[in-house]
Nanobody
Framework: QVQLVESGGGLVQAGGSLRLSCTATGSIFSANSMSWYRQAPGKQRDLVAKTYAGGLVYADSVKGRFTISRDNARKTVYLQMNTLEPEDTAIYYC?????????WGRGTQVTVSS
């Protein structure tokens, strides 16, 4: 049974930084892709960043500010978020595709105050 555990969310002022982490527990093989999504109140869940065999993908709104990275040995994906803006406020969800199956974390709240 695979579970994804996120950490690193919190409250930060505009212009500040946070680093999110997501670690997979359980007996798994390497993930095909690791991603971060976010969902603001009243909005749909959108892709923020993704790392997979084909490279890296970022939402236009975070390019140049966020960096996704992964540590396969630790089964962990990170999201370094710099120059945060109030518009980045949302619940951030970790996603991993493992052997064709989607797994999701429970989410971690990121709040950016102006």
């Amino acid at each position: 049974q695979v579970q994804l555990v996120e950490s690193g969310g919190g409250l930060v002022q505009a212009g500040g930084s946070l680093r999110l982490s997501c670690t997979a527990t359980g007996s798994i093989f390497s993930a095909n892709s690791m991603s971060w999504y976010r969902q603001a109140p009243g909005k749909q869940r959108d892709l923020v960043a993704k790392t997979y065999a084909g490279g890296l993908v970022y939402a236009d709104s975070v390019k140049g500010r966020f960096t996704i990275s992964r540590d396969n040995a630790r089964k962990t994906v990170y999201l370094q978020m710099n120059t945060l803006e109030p518009e980045d406020t949302a619940i951030y969800y970790c996603n991993m595709v493992i052997r064709g199956v989607d797994f999701w974390g429970r989410g971690t709240q990121v709040t950016v105050s102006s």
